[in-house]
């Protein structure tokens, strides 16, 4: 620590020294002896040098190097916090307003990783000072401050569970609430300027605010969990920013449904998608603002342009974006009448991949709660479709899922379809000609005989199913006699493929089951000869050991089961054989 003769000395160089002779080494000086001073405890004598009128014109000139020093002083001593704050106070009423807020800038470009929330919680309210105080360009200085606050703010983890956000041990829920009251002047400013004529610099501050909400949804709002039910810091922030947009002039409409976002450039794509795409789940799932949106929309269009937003949501893997995609999903849907949606739309880019999205939640994602919630509104979906638009998914799902469970799952749809038709809702699409094709795709084996029935099981079953209730119902079925003739020969074609198919699999397994008996015979048989011997063998080699790493007892566990399921479907082809040749015989 320097002396306090040496500090004199050099304080009273820089009353002698004209602002335009000071050196880069003078700032560095400062910085130094205003550290020195702080780590020796002397924050009360800084504070006084920078009241000291004697030392208004150092201060005005080089008070900035003093910045980073009182606010790491404020961050880890909490001691000195009053003395401090009072320095950083005097520094922004003394200090040029445009050096200040580079210095702070700066400051918030290398702050301490580890300090993050406590340095924001430190600059804001002088930051905000600074920023009201620019006579020009303000705009500009709010979209630097702004963007570099969120960019610090992003680094943070969000809390993701309750208990995690009532901890709050990185105090991102408390930048959240600080960061709102920052923002609240500037805000004010652009709605009193709205009541007159707006200048390009009002119209600059409205963009920079707007941009601040859209990174706000993105991060920390797209990652959080959200509820209604539990008024949350994360959940009253986000009410904030819902808030914020209708009150800078900013239509939810425009942001969600006519692009309005495509004016801002600083905007790049995926981040406006990411946003609109929280911000139609906050308006239509959370219902906040939802005041504030227009009753003239129908819930087709609602959905239409919503379906952009549950795509983007969907094609992502993190468990936030799937829960609030499903859940937009299922509430796009709700008040859309069943049997109502066109097949026109399925033509639509969002409508054929957000179902393709939310196929791949039911098949590869590894949260069973989101893979239930998500076959709930794939039901949900198929439900809203009309005939026609049902046929057309039905066969596009059929082609393109490549997952038996789908499939299935497909199947018994088309099968409830077909018993809902020949039960006096008639439509074209499920009797008649147009069901052919879909028979077709559904009386189908992937690899014909060498077909994995295991793994093709639940299609299977369901496909089974389907053919005993056609041939349930022939009489209604034979009212078009070309129809049914064509029915019958995919029928026998299907069967007699899934026979030749069941044969060659129950006789691969049996001989499976056959050679691990003679497998485990031959290990008890070593083992007995081995407990005779007085020789110590080393290891035991038996022929199939390597090829899987299932106990024995497993291994025969699974070939029974296998069996057990090649001897259902063999009952069950053997149960429409029989109630073909009951129909057959009727007439006589």
Not at 230 to 235: G, H, I, M, V, Y
Request: charged residues 25%; aromatic residues 6%; negative net charge.
């Amino acid at each position: 620590m320097m002396n306090e003769d040496k500090v004199h000395e050099i304080i009273q160089r820089w009353r002698e020294t004209p602002e335009e002779y000071l050196k880069p080494e003078d700032y560095q000086q400062i910085r130094d002896v205003g550290a020195a001073c702080l780590s020796g405890g002397d924050g009360q004598q800084l504070l006084k040098f920078i009241q000291d009128e004697k030392n208004q014109g150092i201060v005005k000139s080089m008070g900035c190097g003093l910045l980073a020093p009182l606010v790491d002083e404020l961050v880890r001593n909490k001691k000195s916090h009053d003395h401090c704050q009072a320095a950083i106070t005097q520094l922004t009423k003394t200090c040029s307003s445009r050096t200040l807020l580079e210095s702070f800038l700066e400051l918030i470009e290398d702050m301490d990783p580890g300090a993050i929330s406590e340095t924001i919680l430190v600059l804001l309210p002088h930051l905000q000072t600074v920023l009201l105080q620019l006579d020009e360009n303000q705009a500009v200085g709010v979209g630097l401050a702004l963007s570099a606050l969120h960019k610090q703010l992003s680094r943070l983890p969000v809390p993701y569970t309750q208990q995690q956000e009532e901890d709050d041990e990185h105090g991102l829920c408390r930048c959240c609430v600080a960061l709102v009251t920052f923002t609240r002047p500037f805000i004010d400013g652009v709605k009193k300027d709205e009541n007159c004529n707006p200048t390009p610099e009002d119209d600059e501050l409205k963009a920079e605010i707007l941009k601040f909400c859209m990174l706000s949804l993105k991060e920390p709002l797209l990652e959080a969990e959200l509820n209604q039910d539990r008024k949350s810091t994360l959940w009253l922030f986000a009410v904030e920013i819902m808030v914020i947009l209708p009150a800078i002039k900013e239509s939810l409409p425009g942001l969600l449904f006519f692009s309005s976002l495509r004016k801002f450039t600083t905007m790049d794509t995926d981040l406006s998608k990411e946003s609109t795409a929280c911000l139609a789940y906050l308006l239509f799932v959370q219902l906040i603002a939802m005041d504030t949106f227009p009753v003239v929309f129908s819930p087709v269009f609602i959905l239409q342009c919503n379906m952009e937003h549950i795509n983007q949501l969907l094609s992502r893997k993190k468990e936030s974006h799937l829960l609030k995609g499903l859940a937009l999903f299922a509430k796009s849907l709700e008040k859309v009448e069943d049997n109502s949606l066109p097949v026109g739309l399925l033509d639509l880019e969002s409508f054929y991949s957000a179902p393709q999205n939310l196929r791949q939640v039911l098949t590869d994602c590894p949260i069973q709660h989101l893979r239930e919630s998500g076959l709930k509104v794939f039901q949900l979906f198929i439900n809203k479709l009309d005939a026609e638009a049902k046929h057309k998914f039905f066969r596009c799902m059929l082609k393109t899922s490549h997952h038996a469970g789908v499939e299935g799952y497909i199947v018994n749809n088309i099968r409830s379809q077909i018993q809902s038709s020949i039960k006096g809702e008639a439509n074209t699409w499920f009797l008649g000609t147009e069901l052919l094709p879909l028979l077709e795709l559904v009386l189908s084996l992937p690899q014909a005989a060498e077909t994995d029935l295991l793994t093709n099981m639940d299609k299977i079953m369901e496909s089974l199913n389907l053919l005993r209730c056609l041939l349930m119902r022939d009489k209604e079925m034979k009212s078009d006699a070309d129809v049914w003739e064509e029915i019958c020969r995919i029928k026998d074609e299907y069967l007699k493929m899934l026979r030749v198919c069941i044969s060659m699999s129950r006789a691969y397994y049996s001989a499976e089951m056959k050679a691990l008996k003679e497998e485990q015979k031959l290990r008890v048989k070593e083992a007995k000869e081995h407990a005779r011997s007085t020789r110590l063998l080393k290891a035991i080699t038996v022929k199939h050991d390597k090829v899987t790493h299932m106990s024995p007892e497993v291994q025969y566990q699974v070939l029974q089961s296998a069996l057990v399921t090649f001897d259902l479907m063999e009952s069950l082809v053997v149960r429409i054989d029989e109630i073909t040749e009951e129909k057959q015989g009727k007439p006589h």
